[in-house]
């Protein structure tokens, strides 16, 4: 039988490294792929999931609920990517525009950047909201608990995103 969220957690602060590469792969596509959709680009999306589980290892025992241990890790995750937009938007005028066909990443890294931009329009905590519902696809009592707010909070910040997100496609 599989260790719960708060064993793992246990073990790590009691020393067990190994038990936080148990946790690291229960959570690395998670971590990865909400990444990936803040920010639309993989070597981003790559040194993002790397920066969260850094700062997990160093600031586990400050977890209050072990159990909630994945709702900790997803707001490590949007915080990390908030940081790094902030410092993206920051270096933006020495950004500099690349064909991703020349990169190797074909036709998915184009609808992945198409994706980013449009999610880009949106305030940081309704494109997590998106992110959470529609391509991780969860539950709406869960990213109530992630983003700290009411359920009826989430189906508003969903219903409002996706309005802006279909006059923003047309």
Request: charged share 20%; aromatic share 6%; net charge neutral.
């Amino acid at each position: 039988m599989a260790e719960s969220d708060s064993q793992i957690v246990e073990k790590i602060l009691s020393g067990d490294t190994t038990a936080f590469d148990e946790l690291m792969k229960r959570y690395q596509r998670l971590v990865y792929s909400i990444a990936m959709n803040y920010v639309g680009l993989v070597d981003d999306a790559m040194d993002i999931t790397q920066m969260v589980f850094m700062t997990t290892f160093k600031k586990l025992k400050t977890v209050q609920e072990p159990a909630q241990i994945k709702h900790w890790i997803i707001r490590v995750t949007y915080n990390t990517c908030a940081s790094q937009a902030r410092k993206t938007i920051a270096m933006s005028s020495l950004e500099v525009v690349a064909d991703p066909q020349d990169q190797g990443h074909g036709d998915q890294a184009i609808h992945q950047q198409t994706l980013s931009k449009l999610l880009d329009q949106l305030n940081p905590k309704h494109r997590l909201a998106i992110i959470l519902k529609y391509i991780e696809g969860y539950p709406i009592r869960e990213i109530a608990d992630v983003l700290s707010c009411s359920e009826g909070n989430v189906k508003n910040m969903l219903y409002r995103s996706m309005q802006k997100l279909s006059a923003i496609a047309q």
